[in-house]
């Protein structure tokens, strides 16, 4: 039972303040605030947090001369950031001002000898750089441990050690490094060490809580049952947001053990969270149900994690976990020690033998809330109950100052440094220490900041301190996330979708971290194996019932109604799916095989598609464009909700009446998908779920003439087959890929490969825009450290993969949809010649397949030409970059790639010659958001005019444009190549010479605006999603009979403002003057995905070839228009890239 204090605790006032703040003057006399700022190492650190390059020129450092083990690499980084910062153009030092004199001269000295002499300077640098940070992180080598463990004894601190190594990607390194923790608690000297739960388990499923409490409760049993025989104490960590229940739950589990009930032990608490009140409160009242065992100890920090947190709230959407503001955080840490200490307002401050049952540690490096806590502590005869704890090495001399202030003996007499120790050949592992040490330290706001100071006076501090003491209950207390998927959205008002905020915003995924979704999500899961996963409406097999879908869809009157009422609409209908969320999920679960994380965002990108096309719809509100009629839209199984409802409603936005007709696999999926939007206010005739079979019924809903536009996501195949039936089909089809990730030498290992994993392997593989390739460059494929390491990561995080039902929350890869097809059944059990398992597939059960990895795959072999759609990734190994990317882009397909390069001129050239619509950088290469990262490819991945799904030219390719006479004429042309294609026109008549002007006009404002600028419209600071256009390599201009000059010379002046050469052909081409370049060769080269402009007469030849060859033919009308008959000429492109390293912003 809880015991509380018989009586209140002496409050705070404002004398125990004043205390506080005379027993930090004492520290901080005049002397040790010189010796402190004169020091080294620690004038080191106050010059670098005030130099304002300083933490980006030290990062950089680290990051790209430190980390890479690749010499050459490091090498090339070292000579680049020597010639950054040569000299500024005021013609200063360039360098940073903390860099001292004999550094500048080493750095610049090693920058001019690296390139020629890598393997020498570089080791050379590294151990530079070891000697400056040693004061922060130790060698855990046993020698060098074994002195700084002495001399902490010898200066009467303890040594709190925090075990660093590579990123937790499998169990296999789980298991090192709970070993290697095991070893070193063994190890004579150690008392004291910290572990996080990410540090001993891999691969932890946030949705699955008790799973993974289940699991870390196992292995780390070892661990504190050899802390209990060593008689050293066990510190759990903590690190993210997402982890604080977890790391919660499974510290109270191990404790409640008996076995451990007279083990002292710890666990952290971060006062940036809110949410630690109510943990607190929790671990007080666990303290004193432990009933006179031995007491537990909460660590107090401020947080460190802050710049990431930062960066997963962005990402996601998500209010940010942490306090937004510095105050906040200051006043909470206040509150928590005025709760914890002396049992004031916690249980377990107090036991009645006169003990604590919880002990605090107040670990910061605010001198003001250390002597706070040393005063309240004193004044409620709770001495006993604290520990001091610092960072080993930052601000050593204020350290020796607080702790004369320790008492000579017993309970809290060491001062408790907080040491990151890691093992010579893992000093790279320390990067995300050091970056959030510095990042914590430079902040102005930050303490050390400002009493480093020189010109700072004692009031700036001391106003926030007492700011902080004054504030301690004002700050909320409760979670700063309040999510609760368990309350239904609204389905019925207008108006924007976040209230307050105009526009389009992505609608958030559902956030795990918070204990009602998780629970949702059991909910969710459990349902999926009942009946809502069946589908109730019966197959249509009649091709006369298609018929008659059709006459209904065409007198829906949908077409009829204003834009902005479609728009509304569309609004109504993206808060339905958005209050349909749990039954989606568990639909997708059942029926589709999907797990939650799969599952959910899906369900996301279908509100966002409701949202950001009724934008479009608005959009279109006076425009001279006419809808088209009916659209059939077939979609894959893959995606069962966003891609069905996606493509419906765009054309939905655009005025178009729609059958729907889905996958076989998942047909409950789409019953569920238009319920929701039927219950949101789409009329039913005007989207009608018609699942017809793959026979007589299917072939006659795409060759219907009713039916002006059929929308495919699917095979390659399944576009040849439609084209086939119907050779002149109005088809925009997203069709197959065969995806690559190039990994280079200068590349985070750990994070190349996490990203590999989750790009071949999410939902099994099963995406068009799955990772089927991982090119290795060079040292990265070769027996290199840095390529033995990234194997040895890859091949652990995949074995490691939990393949099960998407119903069980603690799996991590889901089921195949069916058996095996062919192709990915060779892919799952035959290599090609000079082929190799590195992981072996294995069938598991029914539609049950484990990941497998092939290495080498050859260049031009069937597998890296074949898309599989399945769980089984090649490795291929490249020379050089230039390699890699003619191997990346020689697939046929251009669906989405992407390179994991830290090496700036690396990912220069990757974007300039990559060829994917979908490019991304530092990042994984699905899972694409719309208008962020809208989809679509190039080449054999697209057919049809090429605008990609959520982005901003889709919707208006549901029918047909129009020019507006009453469009005003600007002025001007694009340059020289425009010019010439006017001066062919000169014997034209004045009506053509003034369409041509003006469409010259036209096309150099849309250029300016649109077309030849880079468009990042969501503005995400730790990540740039940019949406582009570029160039076609080339474009038939096919010339039919009927086929006017003038409408040559139209399309000619769109080609040249792009600088798109042209081949033109037809028996149609006019007489008279053409510009020069205009040149023939044939109409289909045998590589696909040729664009064909076609004017005038096209032949059902011609047509029929194109859809043999893969070609798409463009024969709408040639308009002036630039924003329009631009996208002719011209292929979408969208590339994310990860603008951050460990929540560090790119400066840039």
């Not at 855990?140 to 190594?165: C, D, F, S």
């Not at 303490?447 to 504030?471: A, E, K, N, Q, W």
């Not at 990559?914 to 719309?930: D, K, L, Q, S």
């Amino acid at each position: 039972m809880s015991v509380h204090p018989t009586h209140p605790a002496p409050a705070l006032d404002d004398a125990l303040v004043e205390r506080a703040v005379e027993r930090v003057r004492r520290w901080t006399a005049h002397t040790a605030i010189a010796s402190a700022r004169a020091s080294d190492p620690t004038a080191r650190l106050a010059a670098l947090m005030h130099d304002p390059g300083g933490v980006d020129f030290t990062l950089w450092f680290v990051d790209r001369v430190a980390r890479p083990a690749d010499n050459r690499v490091a090498a090339r980084e070292l000579a680049r950031l020597a010639g950054r910062h040569r000299v500024r153009a005021d013609g200063a030092p360039a360098l940073p001002a903390f860099v001292g004199g004999a550094d500048r001269l080493l750095l610049r000295a090693g920058a001019r000898l690296a390139p020629a002499l890598p393997h020498v300077v570089v080791p050379a640098a590294r151990a530079r750089l070891r000697r400056l940070v040693g004061h922060l992180i130790v060698d855990a080598g046993g020698r060098p441990l074994a002195r700084r463990l002495r001399a902490a004894e010898a200066a009467g601190h303890r040594l709190n050690l925090n075990l660093l190594g590579e990123a937790v990607l499998g169990e296999g390194e789980a298991d090192r490094r709970l070993e290697r923790t095991i070893a070193l608690l063994r190890r004579p000297g150690v008392d004291h060490v910290s572990v996080k739960v990410s540090a001993v388990a891999s691969q932890l499923v946030p949705w699955d809580l008790e799973g993974s409490r289940n699991r870390l409760v196992t292995r780390l049993l070892r661990l504190y049952r050899a802390a209990r025989t060593a008689g050293v104490f066990v510190n759990l960590d903590m690190e993210e947001y997402k982890d604080l229940d977890l790391t919660v739950a499974v510290f109270t589990t191990l404790l409640s053990r008996p076995e451990f009930r007279d083990l002292p032990a710890g666990i952290a608490l971060q006062a940036y969270l809110p949410d630690s009140v109510a943990a607190l409160d929790e671990l007080g009242e666990f303290a004193a149900r432990r009933n006179g065992g031995a007491p537990i100890k909460v660590r107090l920090v401020k947080g460190a994690n802050l710049a990431m947190e930062k960066v997963d709230a962005e990402l996601h959407g998500w209010p940010q976990a942490p306090y937004p503001t510095k105050a906040e955080v200051d006043a909470n840490y206040v509150r928590l020690l005025d709760r914890a200490i002396g049992g004031n307002r916690v249980a377990g401050g107090a036991r009645a033998d006169g003990g604590h049952a919880l002990r605090l540690g107040v670990a910061s490096h605010h001198l003001h809330h250390v002597a706070l806590a040393l005063e309240m502590a004193e004044a409620r005869d709770a001495r006993a109950q604290l520990d001091l704890e610092m960072l080993h090495g930052m601000a050593p001399e204020f350290a020796r100052a607080v702790a004369g202030d320790l008492p000579a003996s017993g309970p809290g007499s060491k001062l408790v440094l907080y040491t990151p120790v890691v093992h010579r050949g893992d000093f790279d592992t320390a990067v995300s220490y050091l970056v959030r040490r510095l990042e914590e330290n430079a902040s102005p706001e930050g303490y050390l900041y400002t009493l480093f100071t020189p010109d700072t006076g004692p009031s700036s501090y001391l106003d926030r301190f007492r700011t902080s003491v004054r504030d301690r209950d004002a700050v909320a207390d409760t979670p700063r996330r309040t999510q609760d998927r368990t309350v239904d959205a609204p389905v019925g008002a207008d108006g924007p979708l976040v209230p307050g905020e105009p526009g389009f915003r992505n609608e958030p995924d559902t956030d795990p971290a918070l204990p009602a979704n998780r629970a949702w999500a059991r909910r969710a899961a459990s349902a999926a194996g009942g009946t809502i996963a069946v589908p109730r409406i019966p197959v249509v097999t009649d091709p006369r019932d298609v018929d008659a879908a059709v006459h209904r869809a065409a007198g829906s009157g949908w077409r009829d109604l204003p834009a902005a009422e479609r728009a509304a609409t569309l609004r109504r209908a993206a808060r339905a799916l958005a209050a349909a969320r749990g039954t989606l999920l568990a639909v997708m679960i059942g029926e589709g095989g999907k797990t939650v994380a799969e599952a959910d965002p899906e369900i996301s990108e279908a509100v966002d598609f409701a949202a950001y096309y009724a934008e479009r719809a608005a959009e279109l509100a006076g425009a001279p464009f006419t809808p088209d009629r009916v659209v059939a839209v077939t979609p894959p199984w893959n995606f069962p909700i966003a891609i069905p409802l996606g493509g419906c409603l765009a054309a939905l936005a655009a005025g178009a009446s729609v059958l729907l007709k889905p996958s076989p696999q998942v047909r409950a999926c789409a019953e569920a998908g238009v319920t929701a939007l039927h219950r949101g206010g789409i009329p039913a005739d005007a989207l009608q779920l018609l699942p017809t079979d793959e026979g007589d019924a299917g072939r006659r809903l795409v060759t219907h003439p009713g039916v002006d536009r059929v929308v495919l996501t699917g095979a390659s195949d399944t576009a040849a087959l439609f084209r086939s039936w119907r050779p002149e089909l109005n088809l925009l089809a997203e069709t197959s890929g065969k995806n690559a990730l190039v990994i280079t030498p200068a590349a985070d290992p750990d994070l190349a490969v996490a990203d590999l994993v989750r790009s071949a392997f999410g939902h099994a593989g099963q995406k068009c825009s799955a990772a089927s390739l991982g090119i290795l460059v060079g040292p990265a494929a070769t027996g290199s450290a840095t390529g033995r390491r990234l194997r040895r990561q890859l091949v652990d995080a995949v074995r490691t993969l939990r393949v099960g039902p998407g119903s069980d929350l603690s799996t991590t890869m889901g089921p195949l949809i069916d058996e095996p097809p062919a192709k990915l059944h060779r892919a799952l059990t035959t290599l090609e010649p000079g082929e190799r398992w590195l992981v072996r597939p294995r069938r598991l059960g029914e539609r049950m397949w484990s990941p497998g990895v092939r290495a080498w795959v050859a260049p031009g072999s069937w597998f890296h030409r074949t898309e599989c759609f399945g769980p089984v990734l090649g490795l291929m190994a490249a020379r050089n970059l230039d390699e890699a990317i003619r191997w990346q882009n020689g697939t046929g397909f251009g669906l989405t790639g992407g390179i994991h390069s830290l090496d700036e001129d690396e990912i220069g050239h990757w974007l300039e010659h990559v060829e994917v619509g979908n490019a991304y950088v530092n990042r994984h290469i699905t899972g694409a958001i719309v208008q962020r990262q809208s989809f679509g490819g190039w080449k054999g991945s697209v057919l049809g005019p090429g605008a990609k799904p959520g982005g901003p030219n889709y919707v208006a390719q549901f029918g047909t444009w129009h020019d507006d006479p009453a469009a005003p004429a600007g002025e001007g042309t694009s340059g020289r190549a425009a010019d010439r294609v006017l001066a062919a026109a000169s014997d034209l008549d004045t009506g053509d010479r003034e369409r041509l002007r003006r469409a010259a006009a036209s096309d150099a404002a849309a250029w300016r605006t649109e077309f030849g600028v880079e468009h990042d419209p969501t503005g995400l600071a730790a990540e740039s999603d940019v949406f582009r256009y570029r160039p076609l390599p080339s474009l038939v201009l096919w010339a039919g009979e009927g086929t006017t000059r003038v409408d040559v010379l139209r399309v000619l002046l769109a080609a040249a403002t792009a600088g798109v050469p042209v081949r033109l052909h037809g028996p149609g081409v006019p007489d008279g003057p053409l510009p020069g370049g205009v040149h023939g060769g044939p109409v289909l080269d045998p590589e696909p995905a040729v664009r064909i402009r076609a004017l005038g007469t096209v032949p059902g030849g011609l047509r029929a070839a194109a859809a043999a060859a893969g070609a798409s033919i463009l024969d709408a009308a040639v308009l002036v228009d630039g924003r329009r008959e631009l996208l002719t000429v011209l292929r979408e492109q969208a590339v994310s890239r990860t603008r951050h390293r460990f929540g560090h912003l790119d400066p840039r």
